[in-house]
């Protein structure tokens, strides 16, 4: 997951990269992080975009294709969804929000 954050892998492909099962990668997830192996790499995803917002003043579509979002649109209402802002606004915000993932 972490070497495929810009070029987000499908849970089917990750699982098969594995040799298991996409039910069973799940399965997995749940035991050991109590959560599905798409939230989990939809946070990794989130967390890039975060450091992409902090340290460069790159175009949010940039930051989204980087982040492994297909666009801009989506990246801001997934970003927005998980952080309460839009990535904009967290940018332009001294004290960032903190995660409030649902």
Do not use: C
Not at 3 to 8: G, P
Not at 37 to 54: F, G, H, N, T
């Amino acid at each position: 997951m972490e070497q495929n954050v810009e070029n987000a892998l499908s849970v089917s492909r990750l699982a098969g990269a594995l040799g298991i099962s996409r039910r069973q990668l799940e399965r997995l997830f749940f035991r050991e992080v109590n959560s599905s192996p798409a939230v989990v790499y939809r946070r990794m995803r989130l967390e890039r975009a975060k450091q992409l917002l902090m340290k460069s003043d790159a175009p949010l579509i940039e930051i989204a294709i980087d982040s492994g979002f297909e666009n801009a649109s989506h990246f801001a209402k997934v970003f927005k969804r998980a952080y309460g802002q839009s990535p904009s606004a967290w940018r332009r915000s001294e004290f960032p929000a903190q995660t409030v993932e649902r």
